[in-house]
Nanobody
Framework: VQLQASGGGLVQPGGSLRLSCAAS????????MGWYRQAPGNQRELVAE???????NYADSVKGRFTISRDNAKNTVYLQMNVLKPEDTAVYYC?????????????WGQGTLVTVSS
């Protein structure tokens, strides 16, 4: 399984970006897909995740500003980020979890850097 993240870049505070995560396999095969981020000196943290049934979970710090969505036909998960703040600056990683016969498999994409700065 390969996850290809894209869409990062430099944006001013208050701006928007949309991250994409393209999977090499059908995303319907994953029990959960999500986005994590890691800022310099910090641990990797959950930003947003979506279960196969469509339920979502967001970090408190991004609620109301970020939206996770998916396009099953394109095997792609998105993270729409609005009203970006300097503290959103981090490397963002795509994540997918598959449960098979009681075993849990976790996949990570390469990171995409988001820099929020004026």
């Amino acid at each position: 399984v390969q996850l290809q993240a894209s869409g990062g870049g430099l944006v001013q505070p208050g701006g928007s970006l949309r991250l994409s995560c393209a999977a090499s396999h059908s995303i319907s095969s994953f029990s959960v897909m999500g986005w994590y981020r890691q800022a310099p000196g910090n641990q990797r943290e959950l930003v947003a995740e979506m279960a196969s049934g469509g339920s979502t979970n967001y970090a408190d710090s991004v609620k109301g500003r970020f939206t996770i969505s998916r396009d099953n036909a394109k095997n792609t998960v998105y993270l729409q980020m609005n009203v970006l703040k300097p503290e959103d600056t981090a490397v963002y990683y795509c994540n997918a979890v598959r449960n098979v016969f009681g075993s849990r498999y976790v996949y990570w994409g390469q990171g995409t850097l988001v820099t929020v700065s004026s």
